[in-house]
């Protein structure tokens, strides 16, 4: 685990009444592991969940729950307990505790700890995934991202509902892993980074879509790698049972059409990266009600979709534009046409085939620019993320006012 030796920092790990509330012992105990002085506090529903008792014996620290406490506010009282903390990291935090941050509301100690702490606050969001689908979360997280909270997670996958979807706890050694890398380099600290990642689904019926085999990796690794170096980053991504990276802003989209409203809403952006294997094409109209089969043959009529990324490369102030390529033949010839036609700055082409490029965990990327190029080696994607992004920065360094 990156950071854990040396680690001495104060966290305060608040704790609401949701389901995932066990796993944040495990939290408790990871981060407690790893050097650091852990306090506890609960809000009323997480003690339903589980008892202020366990993360007291986890903790090593008496736990608390409630604000009018008049024996625990002669200790260390609520104030003190804010200024304590260096970090606030709220896990599980419900809807109900991300409505009332993003209310401004100081009901119960969790809230109130909020509210007077000039620590930065980080939310580990657990809850059903229509929950949080549900438009009033949906804007709860964009305030509270706003005011300059960072989100740590939901992952997708089972709930505890019996639901599969966005919704879930990051995992608690996830969570730890994000709350203790502080040894990350911070080359990206201050920069506004959107990534756009994974495929596009383009409807044919109701039930149907066109799709492609993009899995989301490469995207889903700059992010992690963007955000782990300092920046602000939003992923806006097609629909991917990917993991959102610690620290990371998602916006899940499922059409071209869709990922291009998503990205233009984005004013500040220094760095764009296109990662996203958006579909050419969209179902010129798409049925309304399913398409039932016949004998006689089909035929869709499909219309262009806007190019996204050359869109973004016609912006003014325009940011640093990387881009990638697919292609099955005359790699660079390809890559470089495209770079110039769609204006990127950086394009990194790959060539796929059976078993190469999409959905696979490694790939071979070649890297070319206006005045350089750089073959890099079959590597994880992750790698190859550190590796694109010590290229964008070589650049920047090179060519502090390179635009193509
Ligand atoms: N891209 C985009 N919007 C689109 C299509 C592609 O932003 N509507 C971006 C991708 O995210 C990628 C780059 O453009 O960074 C290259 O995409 P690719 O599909 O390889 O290029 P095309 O222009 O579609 O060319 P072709 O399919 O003919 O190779």
Redesign the pocket.
């Given at each position: 685990m990156s950071g854990s030796s040396a680690n001495n920092q104060r966290i305060l790990v608040g704790v609401s009444g949701g389901i995932a509330a066990y796993k944040a012992v495990v939290l408790v105990r990871r981060l407690i592991d790893a050097g650091c002085e852990v306090r506890v506090v609960m809000t009323e529903a997480a003690t339903r969940f589980v008892t202020p008792l366990t993360f007291q014996a986890v903790s090593g620290q008496p736990v608390r729950v409630t604000l009018l406490d008049a024996e625990a506010e002669s200790g260390m009282d609520h104030i003190a307990l804010a200024r304590w903390a260096q970090r606030v990291v709220i896990a599980p935090a419900t809807a109900d505790i991300m409505a009332r941050l993003a209310a401004g509301m100081a009901d119960d100690l969790l809230t109130t700890l909020c509210l007077a702490t000039e620590a930065p606050v980080q939310l580990a969001p657990a809850m059903n995934r229509q929950m949080w689908a549900h438009p009033a979360t949906q804007a709860n997280y964009a305030r509270l991202v706003e005011r300059g909270v960072t989100m740590l997670g939901p992952d997708a996958g089972f709930q505890a509902c019996g639901e599969t979807g966005a919704g879930r706890m990051m995992e608690p050694e996830a969570i730890a892993e994000a709350l203790l890398a502080e040894d990350a380099p911070g080359d990206m600290a201050g920069l506004d980074v959107v990534v756009?990642a994974s495929g596009t689904r383009e409807p044919i019926d109701p039930v149907r879509f066109l799709a492609n085999r993009s899995s989301g990796r490469m995207g889903f690794a700059l992010a992690a790698e963007a955000s782990r170096r300092g920046a602000r980053v939003t992923l806006i991504a097609g629909p991917s049972s990917l993991a959102t990276p610690a620290g990371v802003r998602r916006v899940d989209v499922e059409t071209?059409a869709q990922?291009?409203v998503a990205v233009e809403s984005i004013e500040s952006m220094d760095l764009f990266i296109?990662?996203?294997?958006?579909?050419?094409y969209r179902v010129a109209r798409p049925a309304e009600q399913k398409l039932k089969k016949s004998g006689a043959s089909l035929s869709l009529d499909l219309l262009p979709?806007?190019?996204?990324?050359?869109a973004?490369a016609q912006r003014e102030p325009r940011p640093f534009v990387?881009?990638?390529?697919?292609?099955t033949e005359r790699l660079a010839e390809?890559a470089a046409a495209?770079r110039q036609?769609?204006g990127?700055d950086l394009?990194c082409a790959n060539e796929v085939g059976a078993g190469r490029g999409f959905d696979t965990p490694d790939n071979t990327l070649l890297l070319l620019w206006q005045d350089g190029e750089r073959a890099l080696p079959r590597a994880a994607k992750e790698r190859l993320a550190t590796q694109i992004l010590d290229t964008y920065l070589q650049i920047k360094q090179d060519f502090p006012h390179a635009s193509r």
């Open positions: 756009t071209a990922m291009q296109g990662a996203a294997a958006v579909a050419d979709n806007p190019d996204i990324i050359a973004v990387i881009g990638f390529a697919a292609e390809h495209k036609a769609k990127m394009i």
